[in-house]
Every structure is written in structure tokens, then in C-alpha cells.
């Protein structure tokens, strides 16, 4: 799987972008962030199309508890829909063209640890200002973190933690310290999901991901993702999509 984060900022040109097998539809001058793991691939673009592409995995970054709370966080389960695509306004373009222009310089014309260290913090204040649009032009309110919230944050970071190998809902229910029922309301209100259905989702998604985007056999992935034989995993997959492993494979 891809251990490495990647921000695409379409300058010119218009297409199809799928993001975990979800297409959007990217216009000039909007930025992408797409967090390590998630697979991504460009259809249709037009003929006249730029795109500039700022790849780094998460020990580039996150060196510090501050780079953790105030910097974007990438994790998947963190993704608000609608926020991990940014508009940018005349001002927003000017201004990451500059920061984009010196990271260019410091990556190709600079060396050693001077640098890496330049590069890190051209990139602290572009992911900073990433931060900054999504407050500015309000794409979606924030969260607010009531106890509901914070509940859901803890079973998504459980559930990342822990998807390829406990997938009855009980064993979150008794980490979280709740109720089924509990659980079951929180679930049901923010994503229309039961638990167990949540659970489900992040495992489909998951043997997609190794299914599209690494060479690995269905027994492998089968023996990864927690199931007893390759042939479980073939009838798990075919109830959540329809198709079977070797077709998605083929035509996913």
C-alpha cells in the first residue's frame, strides 16, 4: 500500500479524478488532498491540463505534537466530504505559487539537510494555509466536538487500528466502554450506518484498495484482512459489492 500523502493542484484543465473509487469532478485552480493509502487515478482529462503534484509520507511531517494538532490531518477517517477539495480564489493562487516556486527551487537546486529542512517548512506553510481555506471559505462547518463526537473520533481511530483483525462490533462496544445501543445512535445518526455496517464499509473498502493497487493473491489479501480461507473472503466481498474479487480486479 502507499505510505505517502499527496496534495494535487489542478492549474489548468478540467476532468474525472476517483478518489477510493469515488470520481469528482476537479476545474482549474483547486487543490486535492488525498491522504496515504487511498488510491487515486486521473480519467479524461482535457488536452491542455497541469497539475502539480507535492508528495511526502507522515514521518516527513508530523515531527511534533504541534505539526499533529495544528497542521491538516491526513487520516482517511478524519476526511470531512466536501472538504478534501479546495477552491482557490485569485489571492489563495498567488500566494501558493510563490510557496510552490521556492519548494521547487529548494528540491532541485539545494542539498544534503538544509535541504530537507527548507522543504519541510515551505511545506508546513502550504499545508497551513490548506488549513486556513477550509476555515475561510467554510466548505463545511467543523465538528463541533460534543460527546457524540468525540465518541465517533474514538471508534474511527479503533476501527483503523484494528479492522484487519476484530470485526465483531462487541469488541468496540467494550474498548469504547458503551452500549451497543449507544453506539448503534451515534453511528446511525452521523453516517445513516449501523456499527457493524461502518465496520463492514472500512473492510470492503480496505480489500479494494489491495485488490486494485497491489499485486497480491486473493489468498493473501484473504489471510491479511483476518479471513480462515480465500474462499470466506470471495463470498464476505461479493455480498458488499456484487462482484467477486477476480472481477473487481478486472473492471473496478
Known sequence: MRDFHVIL?????????????????????????????????LETPTEDWEILSIVFNSDFIYRNDQDLQHLFNFNISQHIEGQQILKLAHADVTFLQEISKHMNIVYHEWSGQARENAFYHWLCIFLIYCERLQDKYNLLPRPVIDSDTQILLEFNKLLEENFRTNFKVNFYVERLNLSLKTLSRITRNRYKLSPKAVIDERRTL??????????????????????????????????????TPSSFKKHG
Do not use: C
Not at 9 to 38: C, M, R, V
Not at 216 to 223: D, H, L, N, R, W
Open 9 to 41: 493542484w489542478f492549474i489548468k484543465g478540467s476532468g474525472t479524478y476517483y478518489i477510493d473509487f469515488k470520481p469528482h469532478q476537479f476545474q482549474e485552480n483547486t487543490i486535492t488532498l488525498i491522504a496515504k493509502d487511498q488510491l487515486h487515478y
Open 206 to 243: 480496505e480489500i479494494k484498495r489491495l485488490l486494485s493497487g497491489s499485486n497480491k493473491s486473493v489468498k493473501e489479501i484473504a489471510y491479511q484482512m483476518g479471513f480462515d480461507e480465500p474462499t470466506n473472503l470471495v463470498k464476505y466481498f461479493k455480498k458488499q459489492t456484487g462482484f
